[in-house]
Nanobody, 126 residues
């Protein structure tokens, strides 16, 4: 089992950047494929990015491709999401997810994840 805690959210102006962090504890993080999702009010949870167990494979939603970078440090048990050129449509609660049994081919699907953090709010002002 793994526990996830997100941080790094906040209020930022359009065009700005944020770096979100997901700290893990419990079972070693290299056992898990990790992903970031987001959920805006009244909308379903939406895939943002995912990274394979040792970081060799990443996937991004089309809406953030070229603006987001997901990375992981299995020694520090941390997964990061760097978001640049933020716009108001990026406003949402961002969640970190983990799965020990999934494969990268389905990592854009929220139900493929077994564990979630509590989320961190990102608000982008225009």
């Amino acid at each position: 089992q793994v526990q996830l805690v997100e941080s790094g959210g906040g209020l930022v102006q359009a065009g700005g950047s944020l770096r979100l962090s997901c700290a893990t504890s419990g079972r070693t993080v290299s056992s898990y494929i990790m992903g970031w999702f987001r959920q805006a009010p009244g909308k379903e949870r939406e895939f943002v990015a995912a990274i394979s167990r040792y970081g060799g494979n990443t996937r991004y939603a089309d809406s953030v491709k070229g603006r987001a970078t997901i990375s992981r440090d299995n020694v520090k048990n941390t997964v990061l999401l760097q978001m640049n050129s933020l716009n108001p449509e990026d406003t949402a609660v961002y969640y970190c997810g983990a799965t020990a049994t999934g494969v990268m081919g389905v990592m854009s699907i929220a139900t493929a994840y077994d564990y979630w953090g509590q989320g961190t709010q990102v608000t982008v002002s225009s």
